[in-house]
Structure formats: C-alpha cells, structure tokens
C-alpha cells in the first residue's frame, strides 16, 4: 500500500531520515558508560551501552579471603545494576525513533 497522498519520495526520505537517526543514536550508545554499584559501593562495574564491561572497582574491605562467594555476589549484582542501566539508556534513546515508525513494524508502515 502507497502512502494517501501517492508521495512515495516523501516516504522515502522520511525512512532515510529516520535511519540516520537510529544510525546515530547506536554511535551515541556504544560510547556511552553507565556504572552500576552493590553493596553500598563495595563493588562498581562500569559498562558501555554495547553491553561490554569495560571497568570493575572492588573495595579492599570487600575481599575476604575466608568468603569469596559474596565477593562474587557483589561483582555479579553489580554488573547486572549496570546492564540494567544500560538498557534504561537504551529506551531513552531507541524509544522515540520506535515511536516514529507509526505504531510498530507490523501495523503502521504504509507497504
């Protein structure tokens, strides 16, 4: 199905348009770093919006050589905080070009 109005270049620089924006906010996420924390700070995982852990800070007091699984809990919460950021980030940026495609891939562009 055509557009209304028959203006299938006014569709079309809308979609290229809308491409360079999403082409752009993805360039935006990947250097974005978020840091995610557990245990009140004992442990800080930086991760960038590619999802990739770039940065792991552990508080001296954190490691206990006699209790290494809740060193391993704190790192793990830790990343799962900054993953969790990151997908935050992501809506924030992706949510409105999705917002833009008239109601989803499957109800709203004009084919």
Known sequence: MLPSDGDMS???AQA???QQQLLQA?????ETEVTGSAGGGLVTATVRGTGELVGLVI???AADPEDTETLADLVV???RDANHQVQAV???????LAGGLG???GGGLPF
Do not use: R
């Not at 993805?26 to 990947?30: D, I």
């Not at 992501?90 to 409105?96: M, N």
């Open 16 to 18: 290229q348009a809308m």
């Open 103 to 105: 109601g989803g891939l």
């Open 10 to 12: 006014g569709f079309l």
């Open 77 to 79: 919460a830790a990343v």
């Open 90 to 96: 992501t809506a924030a940026k992706l949510g409105p």
């Open 59 to 61: 508080q001296p007091e």
């Open 26 to 30: 993805q360039q935006e996420l990947a």
